[in-house]
C-alpha cells in the first residue's frame, strides 16, 4: 500500500521559511512523480509543484516560482519543499501526492494526511 506522511508544517512570520517533508512506506518514491498541493477551505485543492521521476523536470504554479523549491532525496524515500519568503496567501493545509506514473500528470494513485502552514503577522 502507497503511504505517505507530511510534516514540517507549522506557524511562521510572512518573510519566513518552512520545509515540508513527504516521507514514502510501501513503495519506493524512485518510480512516482510526487507533487505538493494545497488546500484552503472552500476552494478546490490545487497542485503547487511537483518532481517527476522519469525525467527529474520540475513544475511550480506561478504564485510560488522563485519561493519555493522541491527536491527528492531517494535515499530516504523523500520529497521535500523548501518554501522562502513566505506570504499570508501561501497559509492552507499542504498534501503530498503519489502520481501514477513517473511523470507529473495523470490520476493520483496515493495522498498523504495533509501539514498545516500558516503565514501571519
Known amino acids: 500500500q502507497l503511504q505517505l506522511v507530511e510534516s514540517g508544517g507549522g506557524l511562521v512570520q510572512p518573510g519566513g521559511s518552512l520545509r515540508l517533508s513527504c516521507a514514502a512506506s510501501g513503495f519506493s518514491l524512485d518510480y512516482y512523480a510526487i507533487g505538493w498541493f494545497r488546500q484552503v477551505p472552500r476552494k478546490e485543492r490545487k497542485r503547487v509543484s511537483c518532481i517527476s521521476s522519469s525525467d527529474g523536470s520540475i513544475h511550480y504554479a506561478d504564485s510560488v516560482k522563485g519561493r519555493f523549491t522541491i527536491s527528492r532525496d531517494n535515499a530516504k524515500n523523500t520529497v521535500y519543499l523548501q518554501m522562502n519568503s513566505l506570504k499570508p496567501e501561501d497559509t492552507a493545509v499542504y498534501y503530498c501526492?503519489?502520481?501514477?506514473?513517473?511523470?507529473?500528470?495523470?490520476?493520483?494513485?496515493?495522498w498523504g494526511q495533509g501539514t498545516q502552514v500558516t503565514v501571519f503577522s
Open positions: 501526492a503519489a502520481n501514477s506514473y513517473s511523470y507529473c500528470s495523470g490520476p493520483i494513485a496515493s
